[in-house]
Nanobody
């Protein structure tokens, strides 16, 4: 059972990047999949959640609402986080997590992927 986050890198302010969270060893069917981030010296921040049972987005943190979009490709067993209009404050290690439940019932946190670093700088 493994989650693998990828897609991070160096992005200019105002730019975009799409992160991927690929699941292996299990199916994401009937899971809540979430994205989190943690910048140095800060607490881990819960950003977004999507429930695979209905493929609906249920949560966005205020800091990313309108700029980030979570999505899920059940066929690829992969979740994504499209990040637009990036700001220097968005620089962090981004993690995905999954929980065999629904976003309305839980904050995902049973399975975690290794993080992927996003740097926002000109």
């Amino acid at each position: 059972v493994q989650l693998q986050a990828s897609g991070g890198g160096l992005v200019q302010p105002g730019g975009s990047v799409r992160l991927s969270c690929a699941a292996s060893g299990f199916s994401l069917d009937y899971y809540a999949i979430g994205w989190f981030r943690q910048a140095p010296g800060t607490e881990r921040e819960y950003l977004s959640c999507i429930s695979s049972s209905d493929n609906k987005e249920y949560y966005y943190a205020d800091a990313v609402k309108g700029r980030f979009t979570i999505s899920l490709d059940n066929a690829r067993n992969t979740a994504y986080l499209q990040m637009n209009s990036l700001k220097p404050d968005d620089a962090a290690i981004y993690y995905c997590a999954a929980d065999e439940d629904h976003c309305l019932a839980t904050i995902p946190g049973v399975y975690w992927g290794r993080g992927t670093l996003v740097t926002v700088s000109s």
